[in-house]
């Protein structure tokens, strides 16, 4: 398989990963993810690097039910001015070709879920073309929660602006937005469920089918590390009290469930189930 590729089943309904790009180094947002607190989670080794440094996905999860094709977040995006944010500025990535690749062309997409606003979750929603920013999913309803677009939309700093501008306003005046709740059925056996704090209008997307069951993350969890580690500081959340309030509820309700775990930025096997692991959790591939 197409190491950017990974495909799930649960019961009817498939669920495919589409990677953008991986790479370590993720202290950024997860100051305590160092090698040396690494090294002490036991079960962490499918999730570093060969130097035990934290490794991070950027991809998309595909979910196919019945006849719909539902496109979960759209990573960072081509030709986007993206600094201070080096590494994700002006990005040349063959990501369109590897959705279509996988089985995904674009005018099959019926359905965008942004699980929230994050500059490396909406970046596909548009693309660049004959000298402006155009939607890259033309056949597809977006759907954004409604206290997500609210809050964001009244932030005034440059980069939300340029974020905002370029990758979720165009397809606001294309109208392909729907404004939706934040436990929305999307579509049969496929709905949101809340898990503010990160951002306020964060969802995690759960899926159903056949008495079989998973959940994507969004980014409530960044990394593995942090099912040991609960208590560690992700810079990202706009909320640290109440992310880490969610986040606890979350592995608290998903521990020892048959419910497969889905990573957002989870590289690695990228999914697994949680687990209880005296005080704190892991997650077994």
């Known amino acids: 398989m ?9 019961g009817d309904i498939r669920i495919t990963r589409v990677q953008e790009l991986e790479a370590p180094g993720m202290r950024f947002i997860l100051p305590d993810a160092t090698v040396e607190n690494l090294s002490e989670i036991g ?11 934290a490794v991070g996905s950027v991809h998309s999860l595909v979910i196919e039910a019945g006849d719909r094709r539902i496109v979960v977040d759209t990573c960072i995006g081509n030709d986007k001015d993206r600094l201070p944010m080096k590494d994700w500025h002006m990005r040349q990535g063959s990501f369109l070709e590897d959705l279509e690749g996988a089985g995904f062309p674009v005018d099959r997409v019926d359905t965008v879920v942004c699980t ?5 979750h909406v970046g596909w929603n548009t693309h660049w073309v004959d000298d402006r920013w155009v939607p890259t999913f033309l056949n597809a309803r977006t759907l954004v929660t409604r206290p997500e677009w ?3 939309s009244q932030e005034e700093d440059d980069l939300t602006r340029k974020i905002l501008g370029d990758s979720v306003q165009p397809i606001f005046d294309a109208g392909l937005v729907d404004l939706v709740d934040v436990d929305t059925e999307v579509a049969a056996g496929v709905c949101f469920e809340s898990t503010p704090g990160h951002t306020p209008g964060h969802v995690a997307v759960r899926i159903s089918s056949r008495g079989e069951e998973a959940v994507i993350t969004g980014d409530l969890v960044h990394h593995p590390a942090q099912f040991a580690q609960p208590g560690w500081t992700d810079k990202a959340d706009s909320d640290p009290g109440l992310a ?15 419910t497969l775990v889905i990573g957002t930025h989870f590289a690695g096997p990228t999914a697994g189930r949680l687990v209880r692991d005296g005080d704190a959790y892991r997650l077994d591939g």
């Open 2 to 10: 197409n190491e950017k590729l990974m495909r799930w089943q649960i």
């Open 43 to 53: 079960w962490i080794g499918p999730y570093v690097d060969a130097a035990g440094d």
């Open 244 to 258: 880490d309030r969610t986040r606890r509820d979350f592995m608290a309700r998903y521990a020892d469930t048959p």
């Open 150 to 152: 609210e809050h964001w």
């Open 116 to 120: 929230h606003l994050h500059v490396d």
